[in-house]
């Protein structure tokens, strides 16, 4: 016999229930949302309406998913950032609010510079952060990452937000493949790059342990490699007075500010907490030599 509408949501959340799932009632709205592609609202204004066979297939399959631990935005293939739609695949991370913080940063940091910046985005998964810097800045995003996969997506959400003009996508190991004559040009380095300590990951939510890809979460060094590596390799293509802004892992931000002082090569460092209030984001300036300029 087909299904409501409400016996579906209500199915729905008592399964999540059971199986520990957070939020189940919001889990079974935007799912059930999906599958019938109507607005929250209108689930509830048409209480009495039947799911279609295969509307009802394909919810109990979505619920199935959900159930296993598999994150709603892998699920639904799309996700929000800083008011943007973003594709989301099993390829990248899926971009979190504390992200949002950092492109914040960046874009309070250069809203008065008028001229074209040129900005390397450092592992760039789906382009969320280059995407939303080139949405509200005048700028060049150089994004680079490992992974074609990535890439590929990244240019598809480019595409989607009508930015692909302002972005340069480069299968790079690092800034390897960035242009040599780019040193001591780069406005500003930008990245959340694996920060995750292996002995840290299995204390990970499973949505994130067994859903999403340990090559863009998992680091050395106590989860510094990375970071420490953006900023060895970094400071060559920075301009003096050019920004680095990192996001990292809970506890880390002391350890990656003491980095980058023992660089040498940078001042200003600050760091800036999520609205949790994690310490989430450092940041720092190229410095400028006196009677010359920082190679």
Sequence with gaps: MPKTYHRSLQEAKNLFKRHKISSPEVNAEILLSHVVKKPKVELYLNVNQFLTKNQEQKYKKLIQERVKGKP?????????????????????LIPRPETEI?????????????????????GTGSGNIAIALAENLNCLVYALDISQPALNLA???ALGNKVVKKLKFLQSNGFKKLDKKLKGKIDAIVSNP??????????????????????????????????QTIIAEG???LKPGGLIALEVALGQAPK?????????????????????GIQRIVTAQK?????????
């Design 287 to 295: 410095k400028f030599k006196k009677g010359g300029l920082i190679k």
């Design 72 to 92: 709603l935005q892998y699920i639904l293939g799309e996700t929000d950032f800083y008011g943007l739609k973003l594709k989301i695949d099993k390829n990248v």
């Design 102 to 122: 950092l492109v914040e940063n960046v874009i309070n940091f250069f809203k008065d510079r008028s001229e074209k910046l040129k900005i390397a985005d450092w």
């Design 155 to 157: 240019r598809r959400n």
């Design 194 to 227: 694996p920060y995750v300590e292996k002995s840290d990951f299995i204390k990970l939510p499973r949505e994130i342990r067994n859903f999403e890809p340990k090559v863009a979460l998992l680091s050395k060094k106590n989860g510094l490699f990375y970071l």
């Design 256 to 276: 990656v500010a003491n980095l980058l002082e023992k660089e040498g090569n940078f001042e200003n460092i600050q760091i800036k907490k999520d609205l949790a």
């Design 235 to 237: 400071k060559t293509f």
